[in-house]
């Protein structure tokens, strides 16, 4: 009962617990304002590893659309966290690596498919001739 108390005194008598609690949500709203987001680092990194990945892979080469969409957006994050608007810049970074992770992915598909079109060609050739050769034999 004296702890009950206690609280009351420290909350006055008058005071309803509905004033208590917009007190308490006005402390927390004060104290997430007051904290400043930090730059979203890991996701401009990854941003950039995906870009230079793309670039070692000659992506601009098969997929130029896609790794400028990349390298632009990657250019907004970090303009966005110059302009301290951190929530932007971490949606721009990873969609920069998306755009970069896609732009590889693409060319990786355009030099396979060139590999295998290339190996179709070889077969056919092998193809006339085996067959060549085995019309010439009889």
């Known amino acids: 009962m004296t702890h009950?108390?206690?609280i009351m005194k420290v909350m006055?008598?008058?005071r309803s617990p509905l004033q208590l609690i917009t007190a308490v949500a006005i402390l927390f709203s004060l104290v997430a304002?007051?904290?400043v987001p930090q730059p979203p680092n890991q996701?401009?990194?990854?941003?950039e590893m995906a870009i230079n990945s793309a670039d070692q892979a000659r992506?601009?080469?098969?997929?130029s659309a896609e790794l400028h969409e990349a390298r632009t957006k990657l250019a907004g994050a970090r303009a966005a966290v110059q302009q301290e608007k951190m929530i932007l810049a971490q949606q721009l970074a990873e969609q920069?690596?998306?755009d970069a992770e896609l732009a590889l992915a693409?060319?990786?598909a355009t030099k396979a498919k060139a590999i295998n079109d290339e190996m179709?060609?070889?077969t056919d050739v092998m193809k006339q001739e085996m067959q060549r050769n085995t019309g010439d034999k009889q």
């Open 4 to 6: 009950r108390l206690t």
């Open 12 to 14: 006055g008598a008058h």
């Open 33 to 35: 304002c007051a904290t």
């Open 43 to 47: 996701e401009l990194a990854a941003a």
């Open 59 to 63: 992506a601009v080469d098969y997929a």
């Open 96 to 98: 920069s690596r998306v």
């Open 106 to 108: 693409k060319a990786e």
């Open 120 to 122: 179709l060609k070889s």
